[in-house]
């Protein structure tokens, strides 16, 4: 994974609250294995009508919203069941970051433990934001190592992070990257449990 620093893009609003998984990515697009190619999928039963043709109302086929990097939705975002294929399909449709008043915890991690950022910001901000990129384009700027979201107004929130996540997101790792930095110690210790 690369690492996040600062993130700057264009935002698009999901006014809905309870946004589950199965919305996210249905559940009959889970037999890859892989971590690519589900952004096609990405809310499969909103992005398209049952014709399968994209469906011009939903808020990521309108053009003034093409290329988004930054979601922002309402809260309790990714509840349902623990599928790691949302943030999968999340980051592989190209969005970087996700900006709600909550997530469900098991989602949160998921998006942390695969490169995705979860952001979380007071209800009110989250309204604010939601109603500036209503209907028309709004550039953002999430700065990991502040903690801030910005935009080209004046607005300023800031956001909590662990320690260790952010560390782990600014440098691009994953929890296997971080077990191999170990990886001459783990080789010592299991020399020495071999050894008469």
């Not at 889970?30 to 999928?41: A, M, N, P, S, V």
């Not at 975002?77 to 623990?82: I, M, N, P, T, V």
């Not at 080209?152 to 990257?177: Q, V």
Request: proline content about 4%; overall charge negative.
């Amino acid at each position: 994974m690369s690492g996040l620093r600062k993130i700057e893009g264009k935002a698009v609003a999901m006014n809905r609250a309870n946004v589950d998984t199965d919305q996210i990515i249905p559940k009959q697009f889970l037999k890859r294995i892989e971590k690519t190619g589900f952004g096609q999928y990405l809310f499969y039963d909103w992005r398209y009508t049952k014709e399968g043709k994209e469906n011009p109302m939903f808020e990521l086929n309108q053009p003034e919203n093409q290329g988004a990097s930054i979601l922002i939705a309402n809260e309790n975002f990714g509840c349902g069941s623990s599928r790691e294929h949302a943030p999968w399909a999340l980051s592989d449709y190209g969005f970087k970051v996700v900006i709600a008043p909550s997530f469900a915890d098991i989602f949160h991690q998921n998006c942390l433990k695969n490169g995705l950022l979860p952001v979380k910001l007071q209800a009110a901000e989250v309204a604010y934001l939601l109603d500036k990129s209503q209907n028309h384009p709004c550039h953002l700027t999430i700065n990991l190592e502040r903690e801030t979201v910005t935009d080209d107004n004046g607005f300023l929130a800031s956001f909590p992070i662990t320690a260790y996540w952010k560390k782990m997101l600014l440098n691009g790792w994953d929890e296997i990257e971080i077990t191999l930095q170990l990886e001459d110690e783990i080789v010592q210790y299991e020399s020495s449990k071999y050894i008469g």
